[in-house]
């Protein structure tokens, strides 16, 4: 299969290479993407919500789920039926995000954690149609779409029709992707990132550096992409549009996977400044912080109050493998005396907890090792570095702890996963497997067994 607009085949002869990039960005007819993007949403989020009604139903809630939501933000509804629909939406974080979305930060100290965008936007969404909770439900699942149309695109452009279909597919049913409809930041962060990262693709610099500077004030990593964005200015992937520069005009063709210099490959012009007004959504955050708190570091330093602790990557995944293993530990002994750390709760639910995040971190890591190989160098630095940010503030109980859900917003890791499943043609076999942990973890998530 070829790309549209390109004589570049989908995967080269020797099926070692994608195709080179080159000329203008190819560009996917709308019908197209809206065709694949809805398929997606429609059936992943059908899933995850059967999943959640039913798990509630038959599994039921986890006892003492009550204590995690003593306002009921999450059940607001005076009738069952009425909690029981938005039940698969809002668990855990959302209480957080809905409370802050009420009443602010209100000198909390725990609360300073979550980034204001997410609330703020959850704030102004309930002015209009009155229920925080659906406001929230509402913005997720719109920037879950907008991130799912973004991601074909941008899919696309470096590897044609059908990775880009797989690519989608992949996110919406990914085994984590409830978030993507929660009252979580996951699809927010997400459609942000992809629109930064697009507009940048397209060499448009400005709404690329405002869409970054919003996803900042969404999330402590969004920062990262003021990284990425550099790189991408510099190595690319741009639009042919751009103009190179002196050394890339001696050296062409020019492999656009690694940089073979550290030269830049295009020209420094104005536009790069846009990159600067990136940090400007963190840095508000601190002002605000600052003033109301005395430090601008509070968000940071609240992280102990959530059992995070500064380790280091190495550290930090030594101790989430040292968790893993004690898990399987766990599992030989039995349910009896807890050979590691146990939350007061079920002793062998914790070791399968712990050897899941492993599962999910080599998982991630193989798909970095994967982008590297087959991504842009851009997007396999940016997936690295979502990696090691949370790897470096390990869990103190449970290092490897919502790495699964940090994963779901790294998107190079799904473009490298497309790409590997088409190239050994697993499509249905990989997004099988996956749905049917979406629907088990959906489960998981609704009736309030917490996975991270």
Known sequence: ???????????????????????????????????????????????????????????RKAGGSWQFDPGHLTDPYH??????????????????????????YSGQLAKTAFFPLYPILIHAGAWIIGSDLIAGILISLVSFAIALSLLYRLTYMEF?????????????????????????????????????????????????????????????????????????????????????STWALEHTPRDWRQPRSWLPKYKLTPSIAWLLVIPIGLFAYLGYLWHTTG????????????NHQLAGPITGTWNGIV??????????????????????????ANAGINITYLAFVVLGVIGVIGAFRRLPFAYAVFALLSLLVPLSSPVVPSPFSSMPRYEMVVFPLFIWGAYYLVKKKMVGIGIGAMAMMLGFFTMMFTTWRFIG
């Open 1 to 59: 299969m070829s790309a549209v607009g390109t004589d570049v085949p989908l995967l080269t002869p020797s099926d070692e290479d994608p195709p080179a990039a080159g000329g203008p960005p190819a560009v996917p007819p709308n019908r197209e993407v809206r065709s694949t993007v809805w398929r997606a949403f429609w059936t992943s989020r059908l899933l995850v919500f059967f999943a959640g009604v039913l798990g509630t139903l038959e599994i």
């Open 79 to 104: 009738g069952y039926f009425g909690n029981l629909i938005v039940g698969p939406f809002a668990r855990w974080d959302s209480v957080w995000y809905l409370t802050i979305a009420q009443h602010g």
């Open 160 to 244: 044609g029709q059908e990775v880009a279909q797989v690519a989608v597919t992949l996110v919406a049913f990914a085994p984590f992707s409830f978030y993507f409809s929660a009252v979580y930041t996951e699809s927010l962060f997400l459609a942000l990132t992809l629109g930064a990262v697009y507009c940048a693709r397209t060499d448009r610099w400005a709404f690329a550096g405002i869409l970054a500077m919003f996803a900042a004030s969404a999330r402590n990593s969004g920062v990262l992409l003021l990284i990425l964005l550099a790189l991408m200015f510099l190595y690319g992937p741009r639009a042919a549009s751009a103009p190179l």
């Open 295 to 306: 430090t601008p570091f509070t968000t940071f330093n609240v992280e102990t109050l959530w």
């Open 323 to 348: 968790a893993a293993f004690d898990g399987f530990r766990q599992l030989l002994h039995g349910s009896g005396r807890p050979v590691y750390w146990n939350e007061g709760g079920d002793s062998l």
